[in-house]
Each structure stands twice: as C-alpha cells, then as structure tokens.
C-alpha cells in the first residue's frame, strides 16, 4: 500500500518561501507523474502543480511563476519550492500522483502566511 507523507509547511510571512517535500513509499513514484495540491477551508482540493516522469512541469495560473515543483526518483520524494508566498496561498498542501489513479492521501501539510 502506497504511503504518501507530507512535510515542510509552518508559518510564513507575506514573501517569504517555503519548501515542502512529499516522500512516497512503494514504487508509485517511478511511473507516475506527481502532483502538488492544497485545500483551501471549505473548499474542494485544487491542483497546484505537476511533474511528468520526465520532469515536464505545469503550474495554475495562480502560483506560476512563484513555485517550482520538482522530484528526485533515487529519494522517491517529491518537493514544492514556494517563494514569493501571499496570504492567499495559505491551505493545507498534499501530494499524490498527478491524475488519476491517486493513492490515499496523506495527512498533508499546513502553510499559513502571514500579511
């Protein structure tokens, strides 16, 4: 069973970065894309970012530009460099693959910005 754990976030001021890395267990991580995804309170999971076993990248509009999705296959971990954070990005942040099918989600982790 594939075991997706989340780690990375804390409190951050309005322009600060943030780095948060996701590791992976079992071999879900060599053949699938990836993905970053928050959750805003109240709201449905929106995606952040992708990243192709190649390393292709593709971002929402709202963070392009300001993060960097990455992946290193040899630590199965999965990272999210965020810089230039606003209050508006604070969310829980989760990975998973970058489609469908998704493993069960991990407990995710929380970044808060302050203005």
């Known amino acids: 069973q594939v075991q997706l754990v989340e780690s990375g976030g804390g409190l951050v001021q309005a322009g600060g970065s943030l780095r948060l890395s996701c590791t992976a267990s079992?071999?879900?991580?060599?053949?699938?894309?990836m993905g970053w995804y928050r959750q805003f309170p109240g709201k449905e999971r929106e995606l952040v970012a992708t990243?192709?076993?190649?390393?292709?990248?593709n971002y929402a509009d709202s963070v392009k530009g300001r993060f960097t999705i990455a992946r290193d296959n040899a630590k199965n971990t999965l990272y999210l460099q965020m810089n230039s954070l606003k209050p508006e990005d604070a969310a829980v942040y989760y990975c998973?693959?970058?489609?469908?099918?998704?493993?069960?989600w991990g407990q995710g982790t929380q970044v808060t910005v302050s203005s």
């Open positions: 990243i192709t076993t190649g390393g292709d990248t």
């Open positions: 079992g071999s879900i991580f060599r053949l699938y894309a």
């Open positions: 998973n693959t970058g489609g469908w099918p998704y493993a069960d």
